[in-house]
């Protein structure tokens, strides 16, 4: 009775319009108990509001009903949707409508462009720029999800160390990227040798600089502050070292070498002894004609000399030798452009074919035939000089060379489409001399050189010559 009397005085000494608040706020309280208990609701998964960037796809989070335990989602309604190709604000409406109650929830969808434009610089973040020059500018890229081509929007800000790139798309995104210069000259002027860096003359040629450029990247053309030093003097042989130098006016410097090997003149062997004979010489075998070419030799009772390569049988050579017809070097590729590049490739490639030669006849040849012949031209091509120095060098290393006198034209004039015997054998017949030795080239990889030999053979011995070979 206390507790009910305390209640009733408080209830009194409310004034008026407290009273009123008191019992709206019940009513609404009552009201929102009743409606969670008696009405149905519509419960939105993730969040109610959502942002999604331009053109980000939408993924439905979900939502779900319930009333007096039974789930009442499959029954929900959803009304419009978002187009993520145009910016704005979407509402989705979600309604549940089930006897006698209605019920309508909304999520909002915002899609906005707030993705940054993405800017990109042609070259480098760090600039070097030469002293005393204006920066180039090198150039840069502009791309935005939405706007697309910024490129007109870049702002340039030029400071004396750097230069600010900045640009806002239409929803004010804004990217800002710097260059930074460094004002230095770190690089060497580029030094080029005209012709070749080594080159070879005869003693008493006169020496022709073949010239040189230079050119820096901050000072331009500086071939007339080259400076030589060294000299040639052919009248002597050695060899000599021109030595060039350029610096540039940050002071970097580059420095090249040109060797000038200056030889005595050169000895050519003629590889003959005397007037009326005959050497019979094969090149680039063994191969298709040897076997056959062997045969003839054997039964007539001449020998020759065989210059081989790399390839071909090892039991042909093997045969030559033991039949007592002379091996000798020519060329392990036949490659000119390889072997007349320089004299220590020559020599490599003539130790293939010379170690081959050992391995076959346990004897080290000394006897070689330069492929082209040792006054070919075509070496030039490939280092100017070159037979000059290899004629004196291959003598300075005990080898002994052979060219020729007679070509067969085998590998020439004869090897036509239809290559005959006869051919052949005009073309060594018509040049043999009594007057002179004769060096004839042949090579034992062609069929119809060894179709001819037999006839050469005999008419050499008919008309009084005699065939000889090296050994």
Same mark, same amino acid.
């Given at each position: 009775?206390?507790?009910?009397?305390?209640?009733?005085?408080?209830?009194?000494?409310?004034?008026?319009?407290?009273?009123?608040?008191?019992?709206?706020?019940?009513?609404?309280?009552?009201?929102?108990?009743?409606?969670?208990?008696?009405?149905?609701?519509?419960?939105?998964?993730?969040?109610?509001?959502?942002?999604?960037?331009?053109?980000?796809? !939408?993924?439905?989070?979900?939502?779900?009903?319930?009333?007096?335990?039974?789930?009442?989602?499959?029954?929900?309604?959803?009304?419009?949707?978002?187009?993520?190709?145009?910016?704005?604000?979407?509402?989705?409406?979600?309604?549940?409508?089930?006897?006698?109650?209605?019920?309508?929830?909304?999520?909002?969808?915002?899609?906005?462009?707030?993705?940054?434009?993405?800017?990109?610089?042609?070259?480098?973040?760090?600039?070097?720029?030469?002293?005393?020059?204006?920066?180039?500018?090198?150039?840069?890229?502009?791309?935005?999800?939405?706007?697309?081509?910024?490129?007109?929007?870049?702002?340039?800000?030029?400071?004396?160390?750097? &230069?600010?790139?900045?640009?806002?798309?239409?929803?004010?995104?804004?990217?800002? &990227?710097?260059?930074?210069?460094?004002?230095?000259?770190?690089?060497?002027?580029?030094?080029?040798?005209?012709?070749?860096?080594?080159?070879?003359?005869?003693?008493?040629?006169?020496?022709?600089?073949?010239?040189?450029?230079?050119?820096?990247?901050?000072?331009?053309?500086?071939?007339?502050?080259?400076?030589?030093?060294?000299?040639?003097?052919?009248?002597?042989?050695?060899? !000599?070292?021109?030595?060039?130098?350029?610096?540039?006016?940050?002071?970097?410097?580059?420095?090249?070498?040109?060797?000038?090997?200056?030889?005595?003149?050169?000895?050519?062997?003629?590889?003959?002894?005397?007037?009326?004979?005959?050497?019979?010489?094969?090149?680039?075998?063994?191969?298709?004609?040897?076997? #056959?070419?062997?045969?003839?030799?054997?039964?007539?009772?001449? #020998?020759?000399?065989?210059?081989?390569?790399?390839?071909?049988?090892?039991?042909?050579?093997?045969?030559?030798?033991?039949?007592?017809?002379?091996?000798?070097?020519?060329?392990?590729?036949?490659?000119?452009?390889? &072997?007349?590049?320089?004299?220590?490739? !020559?020599?490599?490639?003539?130790?293939?074919?010379?170690?081959?030669?050992?391995?076959?006849?346990?004897?080290?040849?000394?006897?070689?035939?330069?492929?082209?012949?040792?006054?070919?031209?075509?070496?030039?091509?490939?280092?100017?000089?070159?037979?000059?120095?290899?004629?004196?060098?291959?003598?300075?290393?005990?080898?002994?060379?052979?060219?020729?006198?007679?070509?067969?034209?085998?590998?020439?004039?004869?090897?036509?489409?239809?290559?005959?015997?006869?051919?052949?054998?005009?073309?060594?017949?018509?040049?043999?001399?009594?007057?002179?030795?004769?060096?004839?080239?042949?090579?034992?990889?062609?069929?119809?050189?060894?179709?001819?030999?037999?006839?050469?053979?005999?008419?050499?011995?008919?008309?009084?010559?005699?065939?000889?070979?090296?050994?």
């Amino acid at each position: 009775m206390e507790k009910k009397s305390a209640l009733k005085t408080y209830w009194s000494s409310l004034e008026k319009r407290e009273k009123i608040i008191f019992l709206f706020f019940l009513f609404i309280l009552t009201c929102s108990f009743f409606y969670l208990i008696f009405f149905p609701q519509i419960h939105l998964k993730g969040k109610q509001e959502i942002k999604l960037n331009y053109q980000e796809s !939408y993924k439905e989070p979900g939502y779900s009903a319930e009333f007096l335990g039974k789930d009442l989602s499959s029954k929900i309604h959803v009304k419009n949707s978002v187009d993520i190709n145009h910016l704005g604000t979407y509402q989705i409406e979600y309604s549940l409508r089930t006897f006698p109650f209605y019920t309508k929830t909304v999520r909002k969808v915002t899609v906005g462009d707030y993705e940054k434009p993405v800017l990109t610089l042609k070259g480098s973040e760090t600039a070097r720029v030469c002293p005393n020059q204006e920066y180039q500018e090198e150039g840069y890229e502009v791309t935005d999800n939405y706007d697309k081509d910024l490129k007109d929007q870049v702002k340039v800000k030029k400071e004396k160390d750097k &230069i600010t790139y900045t640009v806002t798309d239409s929803s004010k995104n804004k990217t800002t &990227i710097t260059r930074h210069l460094k004002y230095e000259d770190v690089e060497k002027p580029e030094l080029t040798l005209k012709g070749s860096q080594t080159m070879s003359l005869e003693v008493g040629q006169t020496y022709k600089e073949p010239g040189y450029q230079a050119i820096d990247n901050c000072n331009g053309n500086l071939t007339d502050k080259v400076t030589v030093e060294g000299s040639v003097n052919t009248s002597k042989a050695g060899t !000599y070292e021109l030595h060039y130098k350029i610096k540039d006016e940050s002071g970097n410097e580059t420095t090249a070498t040109r060797k000038v090997q200056v030889y005595a003149k050169s000895y050519v062997s003629s590889g003959c002894g005397y007037g009326g004979d005959i050497y019979l010489t094969f090149d680039d075998g063994p191969g298709a004609g040897t076997s #056959k070419i062997l045969d003839v030799l054997k039964e007539e009772g001449v #020998k020759a000399t065989f210059f081989v390569t790399a390839s071909g049988s090892d039991a042909l050579i093997k045969r030559a030798y033991q039949e007592g017809h002379t091996i000798a070097l020519h060329t392990a590729s036949h490659n000119y452009a390889k &072997i007349y590049s320089s004299v220590d490739n !020559y020599f490599a490639d003539l130790k293939v074919v010379s170690d081959r030669v050992k391995r076959i006849t346990g004897v080290e040849s000394k006897y070689i035939r330069f492929p082209g012949g040792s006054s070919n031209t075509i070496s030039r091509n490939y280092h100017l000089g070159i037979m000059t120095a290899l004629t004196n060098e291959v003598l300075n290393r005990g080898y002994k060379y052979f060219d020729w006198n007679i070509d067969s034209n085998d590998a020439g004039a004869c090897a036509s489409k239809n290559p005959t015997a006869s051919c052949v054998y005009e073309h060594v017949t018509k040049y043999l001399s009594k007057s002179r030795c004769n060096m004839v080239l042949m090579h034992d990889v062609k069929n119809y050189t060894a179709d001819a030999l037999r006839d050469i053979i005999r008419y050499g011995k008919e008309n009084g010559y005699t065939f000889k070979e090296k050994n």
